[in-house]
């Protein structure tokens, strides 16, 4: 729920990201730049795990698809910026569209296991088809037209999109229908007798989230002017899983605050060690044994002893 | 594309030796999964970890006669103490909880051994010499192929039929069977499951270490070797079915034969081939082609 004290709270976050160019750091924009796309991707992925309890083991595959449609629709076929990025997103809706008609057939262990392997399939083929992605080479030099092609713009770029979509799937989980969401969760079983349809209800959640992941993906992809294979291998699900759980996926924004930490750390860590993993899994770790709510959760517990 | 007897001959012992040495593998990886329910992504790491410190233990007992399989059965031993050490310290506080806490902890050990083999090993690529009797070619009538390739078909047999002994023919083996089935039933009973699960995260655990041992002289030990086994075990548990033995040694057969005779179907999409495959066999039989459903 928003109190007015979360409402000061974000106000002071959205001021800050606003004004973070006048300090004139390159180097914040882009980690801001970074942090921001990556907290729309973890925001997406926590629609599945947070409120729709599915553990999804391939949301990589739709940020990949929402990063090669984006970089192939303006480069390769040179189609009008917004025609190509709004495309982009319904191309990851439609093939989160296809392949959670399948996943959803099947639960726990088995629809992680179906989830991981169609993004495997979606790896496979960025990897060999090698005309279209450039494969292992990866696509380089995507067209990103030159208004936007500036920084500080695309910055706010990404923050205008970023908002967006958040305050879109804030309406989303807070609507009947994300609590429909969160009672298949918490019991898949009553939500059936009172006549819900579990598994069109977990679809629609399903698209959602490749859809905003697809979105992330594009942001990426103009991000960096490139895209990598690797952005659809295991290990880009496993971290996008991770950023959510550091920050804890009771929460909406939670996720968010995990892909800050996550990249914020990631940065710093790296310049003074290469063994930046051992630091992540102990951070890991911590979280699993002595704080299993995440960030967000323990503080919000703090507060509740405090008051 | 069959019209040469000897390239098809060629191709079928490289899928069936790509597939054994898989086998052993998965199949450590298929036992934790059908008793202890833990999807255990650190497997590949295990396996990996197995290879370099067969290297270091080859290197280590060079000049002793046998220093390869003496290295090999050292690394199947280190890897099962290094796993005993996690099964009792940190895994056993999470099987109560939500297979979600699993997975992340074992991708946190995906991450530790990944800068523990950078750390003692460096980043460069390494490889151990054949061992000694294996470094030359057979002549099998048609054709010559290496033999240690065929060595490593014949290792994965052994493994196989060893595994099916101690899982259906020992008593030992039964309770690995029973806790598969049905945990509380087995402590109702008296027997101290946390002890087999242990057992079995040992057990499995060696296997991998054993599999990355025998492997290392055929492939190159690198960084990353880990998250790619990873992914290849799970496509032959997935295609044999959750915790199933024999589905495992199916699952194998068929990544191997399609692994070679892809190459030669789609030329270039055998991997396209391998995923697709496994995605099928998800949604027609979840539970893997010898599998059981589930009671829901």
């Known amino acids: 729920m928003i109190t007015q004290r979360n409402l000061i709270l974000l106000g002071i976050v959205g001021a800050a990201l606003l004004a973070l160019p006048l300090i004139g750091s390159l180097f914040a924009i882009y980690l801001v730049n970074e942090i921001l796309i990556f907290a729309l991707f973890a925001l997406s992925f926590n629609l599945l795990l947070g409120y729709g309890g599915l553990i999804s083991f391939g949301h990589a595959a739709y940020f ?141 959640a399903f698209i959602l989230a490749g859809t905003f992941a697809g979105v992330a993906g594009s942001l990426f992809t103009l991000f960096n002017h490139s895209v990598f294979v690797e952005s659809a291998w295991w290990t880009q699900s496993a971290e996008v899983m991770i950023m959510s759980i550091l920050g804890g996926v009771g929460t909406f924004l939670g996720p968010a605050l995990g892909a800050a930490t996550l990249l914020i750390l990631d940065r710093f860590i790296t310049e003074w060690t290469v063994y930046w993993p051992t630091f992540l899994a102990i951070i890991l770790l911590a979280v699993l044994f002595f704080f299993p709510e995440g960030l967000m959760g323990f503080a919000s517990k703090r507060k509740k002893k405090g008051e | 594309m069959f019209d040469n007897p000897m390239l098809t001959f060629i191709q079928l012992l490289n899928g069936l030796s790509l597939g054994m040495s898989l086998f052993v593998i998965a199949a450590g990886l298929t036992l934790i999964l059908g008793v202890l329910r833990v999807l255990n992504f650190a497997h590949g790491a295990f396996y990996m970890l197995g290879g370099y410190v067969c290297f270091s233990l080859v290197k280590l007992l060079s000049g002793v006669p046998g220093g390869f399989w003496l290295a090999a059965i050292g690394s199947a031993i280190a890897l099962a103490g290094m796993a005993y050490l996690i099964e009792r310290t940190m895994l056993r506080h999470l099987y109560e909880r939500d297979h979600l806490y699993q997975l992340l902890f074992t991708f946190a050990l995906v991450m530790i051994i990944g800068d523990l083999v950078r750390f003692t090993w460096g980043t460069q690529v390494l490889s151990v010499s054949l061992p000694p009797g294996f470094k030359g070619a057979v002549n099998l009538g048609i054709a010559y192929y290496p033999s240690y390739r065929l060595f490593l078909c014949l290792m994965g047999v052994i493994v196989a039929v060893g595994m099916w002994y101690f899982v259906n023919r020992t008593r030992a083996g039964r309770f690995v069977r029973a806790a598969r089935q049905d945990r509380e039933m087995l402590e109702s009973l008296g027997i101290n499951v946390g002890r087999i699960y242990m057992l079995t995260f040992v057990g499995g655990s060696a296997l991998a270490g054993f599999g990355g041992a025998l492997a290392a002289p055929a492939v190159a030990l690198s960084q990353g070797m880990d998250a790619e086994i990873i992914v290849q075990c799970f496509i032959i548990v997935i295609i044999g079915g959750l915790g199933s033995l024999g589905g495992a040694f199916l699952g194998a057969l068929i990544l191997g034969l399609l692994n070679s005779f892809g190459v030669m179907l789609v030329p270039n999409f055998e991997i396209v081939l391998i995923y697709l495959m496994m995605v099928v066999v998800l949604m027609i039989r979840p539970w893997g082609l010898l599998g059981k459903p589930e009671a829901q």
Not at chain 1, 84 to 99: D, K, P, T, W
Not at chain 1, 127 to 151: H, N, Y
Not at chain 1, 178 to 204: P, S, Y
């Open chain 1, 64 to 204: 990949a698809i929402g990063a090669y449609a984006c970089a192939v629709l303006l480069t390769t076929f040179g189609w009008p910026f917004f025609l190509a990025f709004g495309a982009a997103a319904v191309i990851s809706a439609v093939c989160a569209a296809v392949i959670g008609y399948f996943c959803v057939k099947l639960t726990e262990i088995y629809f992680s296991m179906l989830t991981l392997a169609f993004a495997q399939l979606v790896w496979a083929v960025a990897f060999k088809w090698i005309a279209v992605t450039g494969g292992d080479t990866g696509f380089i030099g995507v067209a990103v037209p030159d208004w936007l092609d500036v920084p500080v713009r695309f910055y706010y770029f990404t923050i205008v999109v970023v908002a967006l979509c958040a305050w879109i799937m804030w309406r989303i989980v807070n609507s009947a229908y994300g609590f429909t969401l969160v009672a298949t969760r918490e019991n898949r079983n009553r939500a059936e007798f009172i006549g819900v349809d579990v598994k069109r209800i977990q679809l629609v």
